[in-house]
């Protein structure tokens, strides 16, 4: 599409050896209690091989960096005095699995090896304080690719779209 090859692939929820699997890599055994490790959406510049991949293990890992402290909601104060201390249940990790995580990039070389930008890349990305026309989003267009991808990544997608945090 106009230069980009866009790939998506629907998987299933992981079942019990993967999340063994995916809690040994992490070192957690804090887990979404879904976590659809084989999807993902990819999109690809063809001229640049310039490559940005979104796929829950490099999201999870991501959260897992990021270390943030548990979720305080307030209203769960009030809650907590009105139960049994015995039946009360310590989250002591961020629940909410909140993520700086904004896919991962990879630059194909011409052997068609791939290259983590982190590692080794001429490629500079750049902070702006350019927005997207949300006027221009809500034209009727064509659709030049659709692909029904499960939610957690059609979310991530939208919120990275329009630049939410």
Known sequence: VKGWVIQTHKGPILNSASVSLYEDKLQTTHLPEMVFGESFVSIQNAQTGVKLHFNAL????????EA???VQVP???KWKF???PADQVVLDYDYTFTTPYCGSDVVL????TQTSLDECSNLC???TDDRIDL???SA???ILFYDEVRKQIKLFLIALYIGLP
């Open 75 to 77: 209203a769960a104060a």
């Open 68 to 70: 943030l402290p548990p």
């Open 135 to 137: 006027v221009a989003l």
């Open 109 to 112: 070389n011409q052997d068609a």
């Open 125 to 127: 990305w750049e902070d």
């Open 140 to 142: 009727k267009e064509p």
């Open 82 to 84: 009105r139960s049994n």
């Open 58 to 65: 490099d999201a999870l890992k991501a959260w897992k960096q």
